[in-house]
């Protein structure tokens, strides 16, 4: 038939675009945020992302495929390097790294030079213009401010999540110790400014552990008290957290949701496991110069140093498991060996006094809540240095336990807690846990108000914000004063966080109101002049002085439409005004119902109104007015203060500086060993007369032989000889050639070599195109015959039953149609079973060059719980300046 081929070509565009229009689906597009445990010694990252076929919550890996990174910032040779790249550093230059960053930040300078120098750090710490700390590189002539460090560390940690969610992470959660105090907090946000990243929120490290903790766990049967107690490497803390569920409506029902409350906590900022550590250092430094026998102390020496400790970390690992463990340091100073070895026994003496007070933070928490040790229900331990067996045996003593509560990953459990916090916190992630937290400020604070004529008296110029005190919270305080005066943010009692000398951590300058009191002296005050201040607990936990306002009530004599109330109007609406009131009466009437304004309403219809009263001029009335007068507010600097504007910019634009150098010194490292990979690989493909007669393997023989078919002798000689010479510059010019010579000559070779192989690929690849497509247009040819008989039967059927009645039996019936058009259906969506040709898979070569670069990418997560987890924030009544309890679930 004529037809049939131009019936076949519209059946075959229409069935392509029925197979094209079924492949298409929609993919959802989520956010992901993280979050960031700074510790001081390693940073450990977790992400939260909901695009499919990825882990909701994991760990982001390094470029070592480590799970954490050391918190380390290297200068060398005018490069930056962090973590992993700077620790390489460190036994051969010691001075050049920087560690300990997270600490660094909101410190007074003194401390900081006192505590490095008691690690035997090296690195050259400078007092900055604001009291804190900065530190001065390798040149000597450029000093980085602890923010700017701590903000190359975030931003580090940052990339690490960005590569392992494929997409831009902006939006985090930075986990920090308890003892934090403001300066600290407010200098590690300043820091991730400057990383230009989006904090979502600080939150304290106990905090994080207890979402983990009670996110898969039912508190409806049951509260529970629980202590997590945490020894990392520089610090202790032992909280007290209280687990419960309360009741809410949930689509019209009623559901139970769980909740944790932080009761208290308590903390040694100088107790960890590198004070364990620092007891080893110096057993084995006194060990070392007694065998050295010159009275040189190897403490002096940086180099040595930074080798004993690096070795020393070691032994205590390996005395956590054994009870001895060798240490073995070579050339630790002037080419001396240094080879010992330390039992349990002996360790666990250096550090006598320290199991005492690994107790107190937890005897503190237990003595200030009330509680005994039987209340408790469970103390979970997490921190690296939990892991050592006296101080397990020192708690089960004190506890009174065999067994003490291990359910969490001692080194993950925070930050997969934050994480959970940080998708609470995210407008664009949505998990199905509900878990309420409450937290509290670590610190009391003191607000005081000084200024001339200022009443010294507690209730008026001073009012406190106790310890625990819910975050985040409005705090308002009202007090009368006519004069412009200043407020001091100050630390309460003797709690102060670490290195800080005076209580007070911020001032204010308050203005305006001398101006607001003389322009309304003349007016006639109803009652003294009124400063409104509103004060804020971030869920950051910083305290800040937000607002102020004069307020200014006076009372005027104003003009009013006069009005004559009938008897009826008199009786229905105002039942006890009297027509014949003299002008006191009028006064009070006249305030009573300003009073009233905005309240409901007891005047009668509004026609009935007009009906019953006329208009007799005016009278005064006595009204109350109220002004409102926002004052300015001026913060002076106290202590280690923020970043300004101008420091701030220029730190932006250093850091971006550095940025951009670094993405250019890896960019220039990839180059590099793609080049170099290019050359091994390509070389091994084009397999020369002499590779030949060393070769014995089939493969190779036929690999030459099609080679033979798409090159010639002499185009393959021209491209080897190209190969090498562009290998011979690789190792002698080119060692320190840029990225976009690296580029260019390979660019070069693979212009020359691609062609080639090319065509080698193509005499595979198109036949088995050809035999996929003329398979595929078998089957369509198929489905298409088949279609055209399903049409002439439908036909003929339909032609029959034409001829029969209605009341006979059918010439066929419906369910014939549907199984004939199941049938075919089958056949068209068989068709996209058909597979596809395999493209050609070469085994790639080895090429230990350009593998050291690369690393390979491991989705985890905590556990199975945790991957459908979520948590939310809920309160309960406080103090009278609280605001209402609000659950807020994601």
Excluded at 479 to 504: I, W
Excluded at 507 to 536: C, H, W
Aim: glycine fraction near 6%; proline fraction near 4%; hydrophobic fraction near 35%.
């Amino acid at each position: 038939m004529s037809s049939s081929p131009i019936f076949f070509r519209s059946g075959l565009l229409l069935l392509l675009s029925i197979l094209f229009l079924l492949t298409l689906a929609p993919t959802p597009s989520q956010s992901a945020v993280s979050s960031i445990d700074l510790g001081a010694e390693w940073i450990k990252v977790a992400v939260v992302n909901l695009k499919p076929g990825q882990t909701p919550i994991s760990i982001a890996i390094n470029e070592m495929s480590k799970r954490k990174s050391p918190v380390l910032v290297a200068f060398q040779s005018g490069n930056r390097l962090i973590g992993e790249e700077a620790a390489g550093l460190t036994a051969r230059y010691p001075d050049r790294v920087i560690s300990h960053i997270r600490d660094l930040v909101g410190k007074p300078f003194d401390y900081m030079k006192s505590y490095i120098e008691s690690m035997y750090l090296p690195f050259h710490l400078v007092d900055d213009s604001r009291g804190g700390v900065g530190v001065r590189i390798e040149d000597g002539d450029v000093a980085y401010s602890a923010e700017e460090l701590a903000a190359m560390v975030l931003g580090f940690a940052v990339e690490l999540a960005t590569v392992h969610s494929k997409g831009r992470v902006k939006d985090v959660v930075i986990t920090v110790p308890a003892y934090f105090g403001q300066a600290e907090r407010k200098g590690l946000i300043q820091a991730a400014e400057l990383a230009g990243i989006n904090v979502l929120s600080l939150v304290n490290e106990h905090s994080g552990a207890a979402l983990q903790y009670g996110i898969d766990k039912d508190f409806s049967n049951g509260s529970r008290n629980v202590v997590f107690y945490d020894m990392g490497a520089s610090s202790t803390y032992a909280a007290l957290v209280h687990f419960s569920a309360y009741n809410a409506k949930e689509y019209g029902k009623s559901v139970s949701v769980n909740q944790f409350q932080v009761k208290d906590v308590r903390w040694d900022p100088q107790l960890g496991g590198q004070t364990m550590e620092s007891r080893l250092v110096e057993h084995f430094a006194d060990e070392f110069n007694k065998q050295l026998g010159t009275g040189f102390d190897v403490r002096k020496s940086p180099k040595a140093m930074a080798k004993l400790k690096k070795q020393v970390k070691r032994t205590k690992e390996i005395l956590s498991a054994n009870t001895m463990a060798p240490i073995s340091v070579e050339s630790l100073y002037d080419d001396r060996d240094f080879r010992s070895k330390i039992t349990r026994e002996k360790f666990e003496e250096l550090c006598e006094d320290l199991w005492e007070k690994s107790l107190i933070p937890l005897k503190k928490v237990l003595e200030h809540s009330g509680l005994k040790v039987e209340d408790v229900y469970a103390v979970e331990l997490i921190g690296g240095a939990t892991r050592v067996p006296r101080l397990q045996a020192t708690l089960q003593e004190f506890l009174g336990r065999e067994d003490l509560d291990k359910h969490l990953d001692a080194d993950e459990a925070t930050v997969l807690g934050a994480s959970l916090h940080a998708a609470n916190l995210s407008d664009g992630i949505k998990l199905n846990r509900k878990l309420g937290m409450i937290d509290g400020s670590s610190y009391g604070y003191v607000i005081e108000f000084n200024g001339p004529d200022l009443l010294k008296d507690e209730n008026s110029s001073k009012f406190v914000v106790g310890r625990m005190k819910k975050v985040p919270s409005k705090i308002f305080k009202p007090f009368s004063h006519n004069k412009d005066f200043e407020v001091s943010l100050a630390y309460e009692g003797d709690l102060l966080p670490p290195g800080v000398a005076s209580p007070v951590f911020a001032q204010y300058s308050v203005s305006g109101l001398t101006d607001a009191s003389e322009k309304y002296a003349s007016r006639n005050l109803s009652s003294p002049i009124k400063a409104n201040m509103q004060f804020s607990l971030s869920k950051s936990g910083v305290l800040s002085l937000d607002r102020a306002d004069a307020v200014i009530e006076i009372s005027e004599w104003v003009e009013v439409p006069k009005k004559n109330l009938t008897v009826e109007n008199s009786a229905s609406g105002s039942p006890n005004i009297s027509a014949e009131g003299g002008p006191k009466n009028t006064s009070e009437e006249s305030i009573d119902g300003q009073q009233t304004d905005g309240g409901s309403s007891n005047t009668s219809n509004t026609s009935v109104n007009e009906q019953s009263t006329t208009d007799l001029g005016t009278e005064k009335k006595l009204k109350k007015r109220t002004f409102r007068v926002p004052l300015k507010i001026v913060e002076k600097a106290v202590g280690p203060g923020m970043l300004s504007k101008e420091a701030f910019l220029e730190a932006k634009a250093r850091l971006e500086a550095l940025d951009k150098k670094d993405a250019e010194r890896k960019r220039t490292a990839e180059l590099k060993n793609s080049l170099e990979g290019y050359i091994y690989a390509t070389k091994e493909k084009c397999l020369t007369c002499n590779i030949l007669f060393d070769a014995l393997l089939l493969n190779q023989l036929e690999a030459l032989k099609e080679l033979e078919k798409i090159s010639s002798n002499q185009e393959r000689q021209s491209f080897i000889e190209k190969l090498d010479e562009v290998q011979e510059w690789l190792y002698t010019d080119g060692e320190d050639a840029s990225a976009t010579q690296f580029q260019e000559k390979l660019d070069l070779l693979k212009a020359i070599g691609d062609p080639i192989f090319f065509r080698f690929n193509e005499l595979t690849a198109r036949p088995a195109a050809c035999e996929h497509a003329r398979r595929y247009l078998s089957e369509l040819q198929q489905v298409l015959r088949d279609a055209e008989k399903l049409r002439k039967w439908l036909d003929e059927k339909e032609a029959e039953q034409k001829k029969i009645s209605s009341s006979s039996k059918p010439a066929f019936t419906s369910e014939e149609v549907n199984e004939k058009i199941l049938d075919l259906q089958d056949q068209v969506a068989s068709i996209n079973k058909i597979p596809k040709p395999k493209p050609k898979v070469e085994k790639p070569v080895k090429n230990d060059t350009a593998s050291s670069s690369s690393s390979e990418e491991t989705n985890t997560t905590s556990s199975e719980d945790s991957q459908t987890s979520e948590t939310s924030e809920s309160s309960t009544p406080e103090e009278a300046d609280s605001e209402p309890d609000v659950h807020d679930e994601l």
